[in-house]
């Protein structure tokens, strides 16, 4: 396939920023779209120029690291998967793809196509942890009974890898996909409950301090979410806001 990309460039966070054509010929449909990416840096690198910067990292779709804005959707055209797990297939020859940043006031750019996610990491800081006794007299975690389908709904809700699309996916930004899911994963299994209270207080303050939009539920974040991350997950997050802020 021949292909023509549309592809933000910045220096750095103060510069302006533009879309900068490339043309990319032979692409093979069995490449994935970093796969992609890959040849057509070397393509640059071996022409003198800079080479495209793109986070990413296990290329499994496991860490969270890559992301990318494809053709405005975060993740690309493909429905539950990282932008590593998009495959060539999904484009036909002669198509023009448009590439960009996730786009949010609290991602900033930091050059080219990579984002500036430790707003993230600095909600996780406020709450997403649990205390365990490791003083010698740990519990043995198969003695804490969990109800079958709460421990389903935890785990789903910890397959959220942090990748930021929601809040790319958000006409207001917003995090909340994101923070629910960290939430419920505690919230639903006994080990959480100790810090039940001051996580939802701490991680929503923190999650408001970083200039993260409201929620108007309109399920973008979700429809996008590679994870599938379900909706319910910030119909819990309100509950449990609520529930904090009595006794
Ligand atoms: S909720 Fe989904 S889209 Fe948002 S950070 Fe987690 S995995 Fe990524
Ligand atoms: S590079 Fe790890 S999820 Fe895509």
Redesign the pocket.
């Known amino acids: 396939m021949d292909l023509k990309l549309k592809i933000w460039r910045q220096k750095n966070a103060s510069d302006k920023g533009k879309m900068v054509d490339y043309d990319i010929k032979d692409v093979s449909q069995d490449m994935s779209f970093l796969e992609m990416l890959d040849v057509l840096n070397n393509e640059l690198v071996e022409k003198g120029e800079e080479p495209i910067a793109f986070d990413h990292d296990c290329r499994e779709g496991i860490c ?1 690291m890559c992301s990318l804005q494809i053709n405005g959707r975060p993740h690309g055209p493909d429905s539950a998967i990282t932008t590593c797990q998009l495959h060539m297939r999904k484009f036909k020859d002669g198509d023009t793809i448009y590439i960009e940043p996730f786009r949010s006031k609290a991602f900033p750019v930091i050059r080219d196509l990579i984002v500036d996610r430790s707003s993230f990491d600095r909600i996780q800081h406020a709450g997403g942890y649990i205390s365990v006794n490791t003083s010698g007299n740990t519990q043995d975690a198969n003695a804490i009974p969990v109800n079958k389908d709460d421990a389903d709904k935890a785990f789903d809700a910890a397959t ?7 809040v790319a996916a958000c006409k207001n930004s917003s995090a909340m ?2 923070v629910s ?1 960290k939430i419920s994963q505690f919230a639903l299994l006994p080990q959480g409950q100790v810090e039940r209270k001051t996580r939802a207080q701490n991680m929503v303050a923190q999650m408001d301090a970083e200039g993260f939009g409201a929620c108007t539920n309109t399920g973008a ?1 979700s429809a ?4 599938e ?1 379900s909706l319910t997950n910030i119909a819990r997050l309100n509950r449990e806001f609520l529930k904090s802020q009595f006794g």
Do not use: M, Q, V
């Open positions: 969270g959220c890898i942090g990748c930021g699309a929601c996909l994101f899911a974040c996008e979410c590679p994870k991350i």
